[in-house]
């Protein structure tokens, strides 16, 4: 096919680079490698239908101001058939091994229901047993390894061996050093118990104690705590901010505080299970677009604004936008100039969650906001968490005052909930004062650095030796494809005999076909160990 001026995008557009022919796969993205890159946008063609809006039209012109480059390549046929023949097969010997262990040939370890509860209503759901007992259990040694020291760079493991097929765990009482820690969300190496920020938590935790045994709003609320809101919103960019004891919570139980009956909640279909708990606790309408795909968001806000509300048409109370700074297991990065220009055409609001982002992008460290030169103004819900890049535990809600003031008294995770603990409040402080350079030292801007330079590092060698990885080009989570359901617990296991700890992800965890391996680095990491892996 001839290529027309016609077809030729303006400079600043986003596009996807399809290789082979090759069209849009699973939740609107083309496989095989397909890119977004601004500063050399490549052609678009009207022939192919699923494009991105900025294909179509001018939605993203000069939203972009550096390459934004992601890639997904689709399963290969001869992988996926192999990959549905593996499970296929795991399955016809989970119902044999079931069927003996109905004759009492085979004893079953797991809960089942009772002889004389079979007509009752079933606490367990059967696939989800079967599943269990089955496949599961197979390789259940590759999650929950205990560990005995700090999670840093590198780690020690509890050694444990199981005498009968993962079922229970028997603990030699050796312990394996020096595992190379490629699981832990440390993003900036902060989870240590030496250096500036241990100290400071070790200090004030013999000036306040570990618990405080109340809430904000009665006796818990401690200087520490005032200090280090005013500490989050200066560091995002807003008004005020305020803390929360557990990040799950912070995106489930303020949520519902934020939107009821008669709103929408435009959810990403990869969001975390915290955001989904949270829109399903708020009552509102729930309709879910397809991951990063601008396309889709667009025409369900369209319609929404259209129709409004189903049977009365009456226009929607409120609609709220719910994405993720970095999608924890794709390693994607959301698109967010254009969902910010959709959230201001069609006046929605906007719920940004940067659990993974906030510290690990940037130049400043300040999440995915810093990280594309945009207003923090124009986020109308900033949360994020302090359990990875800040080495601490909790999360935060930052915006305007007004939301500030409403959740205080609204949310359900501030009236009711423990304050934080006074050395994880210093923890975040110090290592925040760290990362803004306030604490007089360059080591949280070196770190921030160093964090980039080792995304880019391991990515590009990962690629260079062939394997499958998806996400963003500087996205710390690094997934790489296993696919056979025989590669997740072989690979964590030879990783291990390795001296190298990792994650590995299945079913119903990722698609059924679309296992992985997920790496996660950090600035703490040196090329050496990178290069071990």
């Not at 929404?304 to 189903?310: K, S, T």
């Not at 409040?425 to 803004?436: G, P």
């Amino acid at each position: 096919m001839t290529e027309s001026s016609a077809n030729k995008p303006a400079n600043g557009q986003v596009c996807h680079r399809v290789k082979n022919g090759v069209k849009p796969g699973r939740n609107g993205f083309i496989k095989n490698h397909h890119h977004y890159h601004h500063q050399q946008p490549m052609y678009c063609y009207p022939e192919d239908k699923v494009q991105h809006t900025a294909c179509n039209g001018s939605s993203s012109l000069g939203l972009y101001s550096r390459p934004f480059i992601e890639s997904f390549e689709e399963t290969p046929m001869l992988v996926a058939v192999l990959t549905y023949m593996g499970y296929g097969i795991l399955t016809i010997f989970g119902y044999l091994r079931d069927f003996l262990r109905d004759w009492k040939i085979e004893r079953c370890h797991i809960a089942r229901e009772r002889e004389e509860q079979r007509d009752f209503v079933p606490l367990y759901q059967d696939f989800e047993n079967f599943y269990t007992r089955n496949l599961y259990m197979r390789i259940r040694d590759s999650w929950n390894r205990p560990i005995c020291s700090v999670p840093g760079a590198k780690v020690d493991l509890v050694e444990r061996v199981s005498p009968d097929y993962n079922w229970t765990f028997d603990y030699t009482g050796k312990v394996v050093e020096g595992v190379i820690n490629m699981g832990s969300y440390n993003y900036l190496g902060f989870a240590e118990n030496t250096g500036y920020c241990a100290d400071a938590s070790a200090e004030v935790t013999m000036k306040y104690g570990v618990g405080v045994a109340s809430t904000r709003q009665e006796m818990g609320n401690l200087d520490r705590h005032e200090e280090m809101e005013e500490l989050v919103a200066k560091f995002l960019g807003v008004e005020s901010a305020m803390a929360f004891g557990m990040g799950f919570a912070t995106n489930s139980m303020n949520i519902p505080a934020l939107t009821g009956k008669g709103c929408l909640i435009l959810s990403d279909e990869l969001n975390h299970a915290s955001l989904v708990l949270g829109a399903r606790l708020s009552g509102s309408t729930i309709r879910v677009f397809k991951h990063n795909n601008m396309q889709s968001l667009e025409k369900m806000l369209r319609d929404a604004i259209v129709h409004g509300q189903p049977r009365t048409h009456r226009p929607w109370k409120k609609i709220l936008i719910l994405v993720e700074g970095i999608y924890s297991m794709e390693g994607s990065i959301v698109r967010l100039p254009e969902v910010i220009a959709l959230k201001k055409r069609y006046r929605a609001y906007l719920y940004l969650d940067e659990a993974h982002s906030i510290g690990a992008l940037g130049p400043g460290g300040r999440g995915v906001v810093d990280y594309f030169g945009l207003d923090p103004r124009d986020v109308d819900v900033m949360m994020g968490t302090f359990t990875k890049s800040f080495g601490a535990a909790g999360g935060y809600i930052g915006g305007r005052k007004e939301l500030m003031e409403y959740l205080r008294s609204h949310s359900h995770s501030a009236v009711y909930a423990a304050s934080m603990s006074p050395p994880v409040v210093e923890q975040i402080i110090a290592s925040m004062k760290c990362i803004m350079g306030e604490d007089g030292t360059t080591l949280g801007r070196d770190r921030v650095q160093q964090l980039a330079e080792n995304t880019l590092y391991f990515r590009r060698r990962l690629t260079e030796m062939g394997f499958i990885i998806y996400g963003n080009n500087d996205s710390p989570v690094v997934p790489m494809m296993l696919y056979m359901p025989a590669k997740i617990g072989a690979f964590g296991r030879e990783m291990l005999k390795r001296n190298i700890g990792v994650v590995v992800v299945g079913f119903p965890a990722t698609p059924i076909i679309e296992s992985r391996a997920r790496f996660c680095i950090s600035a703490a990491h040196t090329k050496d160990m990178l290069d071990t892996n």
